[in-house]
């Protein structure tokens, strides 16, 4: 399991609750966005079965994601907004190294902390929820985001020593603490 080392203010899953219908078009889009990323992987790295495999499963299940929660803002009268550019993955991003393996190592690494920000965000929301369908929906969404986490960590300690993937997790967990700490509280995931 990840361990973020900036923690998020239960105040901003306070904030999501009591505005869950502003955040939910932002939760789709999330759902959607992992879903694009998975089938990226497999159209990146073809020769790599366990990986192909595995992010064929993620993509399928973060679309079904995307379709519940589609399904949650329809109920509520919600339509989908246009793609926003999303600040934090794409800092997140500007740590990629150059090179075939490093690119690939770093890839897998910020796939498993970008979920493990969700598990994180997502608990905190089915923790401030009040009882009902809404909090028994970001229970199973934070324990969905929580083995997605593991598995990118797996597949990276798969392809890679694993002395060098805790090393290279290390710094990418400090370099998202950093860009987490300083972006503003929104009604969104990230």
Do not use: C
Not at 73 to 92: F, I
Not at 163 to 183: F, G, H, M, N, P
């Amino acid at each position: 399991m990840i361990e973020l080392k900036f923690k998020t203010p239960a105040v901003w899953a306070e904030n999501i609750a009591n505005a869950i219908g502003v955040f939910l078009p932002d939760h789709a889009a999330a759902e959607r966005k992992a879903s694009s990323m998975a089938l990226g992987m497999v159209a990146h790295y073809p020769d790599k079965p366990e990986l192909v495999s595995a992010m064929i499963d993620l993509a399928l299940e973060e679309l079904s994601h995307f379709r519940s929660v589609v399904k949650l803002m329809h109920e509520r009268g919600l339509s989908l907004l246009p793609d926003e550019k999303d600040q934090y993955v794409n800092a997140l991003r500007r740590n990629i190294r150059n090179g075939k393996l490093h690119y690939f190592m770093d890839r897998l690494l910020i796939a498993g902390i970008v979920e493990a920000r969700g598990a994180e965000r997502f608990g905190l929301i089915a923790e401030a929820l009040p009882a009902g369908e809404m909090k028994r929906f970001y229970q199973s969404i934070t324990r969905s985001e929580l083995m997605h986490e593991g598995l990118f960590v797996q597949l990276a300690e798969k392809y890679f020593d694993l002395a060098e993937v805790r090393t290279r997790l290390d710094e990418l967990l400090t370099a998202e603490a950093a860009i987490v700490s300083e972006l503003p509280l929104r009604l969104a995931l990230h």
